[in-house]
């Protein structure tokens, strides 16, 4: 396999396009952004860490049946994932209240939610990608009803078994993101990274964050926090 052009540079990675039409080879870089890009950091590590987590977290869902676009890894940081088309809809899954969520509603952060809950957020910079519900989607034409129906199923499916992955290395997903795209023959297809990047995760026992609001927050180490995940996370597919 051969990199080749730039395809695309985002907040966290670099898609160059490969000799090969459906595949991208992905680089994933040290950068940090927060705040709709407003706070930015470097964090030595950080790239290999999450390139290794999300490699692991969607080879785990790939082997329970959910379609996704990783192919391989390829190095420390450095992955080749099938090309897709993104749906500029971003589904965040939430178990647990914080974030956006909390502050919206004035839900004390860490209230167990009676049930899950789904929303989509319109994937779009300079309008800071905003809350949307299913008539909005309707309104924008972003997707047709049938496959928003298909990604919220998949949604929940990945919660349930991320979920219980998670659980069995003592951490608790609180809420995470995830983006679809189409693949070459029109299939929804669970596409972009799932990291600490994109997901809260803490600590069942202690609560502590190890996930992207230690940046947010100033809570301390990324790179510490991201390898405690790695290193839980290789423990229990390895022993699993
Ligand atoms: O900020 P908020 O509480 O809405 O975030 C919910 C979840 O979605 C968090 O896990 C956050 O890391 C993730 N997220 C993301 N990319 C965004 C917005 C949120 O990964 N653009």
Known sequence: M??????????????????RPNVLWVEYKDDLTAFNGEKKAS????????????????????????YNHFIQQLSDHEQLVEKTTIIPIEVVVRNTAAGSLAKRLGLPEGEKLKSTIVEYYYKDDDLGDPLI???????LDLVDSASLNEMKELSLKVNRLLSELF????????????EFGRDRNGEVALS???????????DVATNEKLDKDVFRQNLGSVEEAY???LNRLEGAVTHG
């Open 167 to 178: 659980q069995s290395c003592d951490l608790q997903l609180v809420d995470f993101k995830l």
């Open 133 to 139: 519900n299913e008539d909005h989607i309707e309104l």
């Open 227 to 229: 390898q405690t995940i």
């Open 192 to 202: 972009d990274e799932i990291s600490p990047d994109t997901c809260r995760l803490w």
């Open 2 to 19: 051969e990199k080749r052009d730039l395809l695309y540079e985002g907040k966290a990675k670099k898609l160059y396009e490969t000799d």
């Open 43 to 66: 964090q030595l590590g950080k790239g290999k860490l999450n390139n290794k987590i999300s490699s692991l977290l969607l080879q785990y869902l790939k082997e329970k049946g959910i």
